[in-house]
């Protein structure tokens, strides 16, 4: 059920810019194998937060939260600190010697203070090792739970300050993980801690699809036999049952201001597409064909639905305007693409193109339409596009099983993960937390 | 770069009461409220016929073929009608000759029971994605309705699904993949 230390910190692991395979005799069920680094890393040395032995969340410091989130987007290169006799917590105690000469170019220092009330006081200051100023500060009035969340948000500012680039970190992943016969979808942080089981079933789950406020998934579920749309809230696990017509009800994908959803129909024909709202009314059909219309997806703007049809006789990826009328085709190598979304920033198209055999994650420029394959292949299915758009999340299969892999959208940086007797596919990156 | 407030309290947005809401999934098949008699003595109240059966002998009960013994068609091994399963080649709904007889004879059931309902259900081999292997399912599912609408049945009397690959097998050969190329019949109630 827990996939444990998905993309998690591992402590004794030296990230190396060439191929590795790295098993670590304490996640033994646990493979993480990375690829690749950034162009230029950063280098950065995180010193252990004072006092923060005493807050740990799921046998973890909050500096080695932060350290696992930077190492794995591949855009720093985290140094070893043990060799550093100080442990400044504040930049007034930070003796830029030392850090300059472990050739850090940026560091993070912080601490944690109890609160009356069993509350926390999280500091943390982000400093120009080679300038020698601050370049970020932040403080935190937190309850111990929110721990690892507040470690994902020190990240993200780092991040964010650091490369330019938008939040990443403090996200949540759905999925759905087979195991013991038994169907779950699951929602874990982006680092693969905390998960928890959303829903349940002896029966297939597929497609698990996040409302753009990150409070509810639409999923199918073929728990009565048949393919059965539900959407359901993370907070109450209530749930509605958006659509159950005669044949399928599939592909659920949600508009990006959540008022209603595309989903896919049958009834007793092929797959066609209808909008529905959110509370279930409003049915109407988005588009007639005699063709396979299937898998849409709204573009940020909300202004076009992509989708894949083999209305030319292979399956291709087409777009249509949000009211319906004519199909523009947006694919045109291959001969199978399925699987679209699209970036945050509506730039690129990712999808999933038969390879000569091989089914992979490729990424198309929609402006000049070039195409470049992100991942190796063989199986891989469902991409997912992180809040930034800067890594895509996708299933992929390890010795016959199902597994999750990242891939930054530059195709640099790689991460595969693999839980050992669980069987993991569907991902869904969800949209950032506040 | 965005500004981020100092002391910005985090709110419990992480909130981890996310309930489990199990489902249940409904057995297709009831349990058989079979009683039986541990005492072979007390003949008097065995339902079976085992007061003059060897009391150390095994009698095998076979409720799925005493429910079936005679009455019903569908489930007479003798009986094509119990032959559930349209096989396709590659990449193809078109339905194969060697189905026509099977196909006639679910039409011609479904014809002289007007109240019998079939889902077809539509299934492919795990290569490709799961949403759009759902929907070439799905074509399997309506290939044979339309042989079944062909022959007179109306679409009130079927229901065409696809499992998609959900069902399939991770296969190594051709005969397992062969094997996933099907589209099911299943009558409603069974």
Known sequence: ?434 | MKQINLSKKLVGTLVLALLLAACKSTPMVDKPAAVEDKNPTNSASTMGDSSSADPNGIKELNVDGAASTGNNPLNDPNNILSKRSVFFAFDSDAVKAEFAPMIEAHAKYLLANGDAKLILQGNTDDRGTREYNLSLGQRRSVAVKKSLNLLGVQDKQIETISYGEEKATTCSDEACYQAARRADIVYVGE
């Open chain 1, 1 to 434: 059920m827990i996939v444990k230390g998905f993309f998690s910190y591992l402590p004794r692991v030296i990230f190396t810019l060439t191929l590795g395979v790295v098993p670590h005799s304490s996640f033994a069920a646990l493979t993480i194998e990375i690829t690749g680094g950034g162009a230029q890393q950063i280098p950065i040395a995180i010193v252990p937060f004072a006092q923060e032995s005493t807050a740990q969340a799921n046998q973890q410091t909050l500096s080695q939260i932060v350290n696992a989130d930077l190492r794995r987007s591949g855009l720093f290169k985290v140094l070893e600190t043990g060799g550093v006799a100080s442990r400044p917590s504040d930049i007034s105690q930070i003796k830029y010697a030392e850090w300059q000469a472990l050739q850090a170019q940026a560091m993070v220092v912080g601490k944690v203070e109890s609160l009356a009330g069993n509350r926390l006081k999280v500091s943390f200051k982000l400093a120009d090792v080679l300038k020698q100023t601050q370049l970020a500060g932040m403080e935190y009035n937190i309850t111990p739970n929110q721990l690892r969340l507040t470690a994902h948000k020190i990240a993200d500012v780092i991040y964010q300050k650091l490369t330019g680039e938008s939040p990443i970190f403090a996200s949540r992943i759905a999925y759905i993980n087979k195991a013991k016969g038994r169907y779950a979808l699951q929602v874990a942080d982006a680092d693969g801690e905390n998960p928890q089981t959303v829903v349940s079933s002896a029966e297939p789950i597929i497609s698990p699809a996040w409302s753009p406020d990150g409070s509810k998934i639409a999923y199918v579920s073929f728990e009565k036999k048949k393919p059965i749309i539900f959407v359901q809230s993370l907070l109450t696990g209530q749930r509605l049952t958006l659509a159950n017509f005669k044949g399928n009800n599939s592909a659920p994908t949600w508009s990006p201001d959540g008022t209603k959803l595309a989903i896919v129909l049958t009834y007793a024909a092929n797959s066609q597409i209808y909008l529905i709202n959110a509370d279930g009314t409003g049915l109407k059909q988005l588009l007639k064909s005699g063709a396979i219309d299937t898998e849409p997806q709204w573009s940020p703007d909300a202004k076009w639905l992509y989708f894949s049809s083999d209305r030319g006789g292979k399956p291709q990826i087409y777009k249509v305007s949000n009211i319906g009328g004519e199909a523009q085709r947006v694919t045109f190598e291959g001969n199978y693409n399925v699987s679209p979304r699209i970036s945050p920033d509506g730039k690129s198209l990712a999808m999933i193109r038969n390879d000569g055999g091989k089914y992979r994650v490729a990424l198309q420029d929609l402006a000049t339409g070039q195409v470049q394959f992100l991942s190796d292949g063989g199986q891989d299915e469902s991409p997912s596009f992180a809040p930034n758009g800067r890594v895509l999340l996708h299933a992929t299969r390890v010795s016959g099983r199902g597994a999750l892999a990242a891939v930054s959208s530059d195709g640099r940086v790689k991460q595969r993960l693999s839980e050992s007797g669980g069987d993991i596919r569907e991902p869904a990156w969800g949209p950032l937390l506040n």
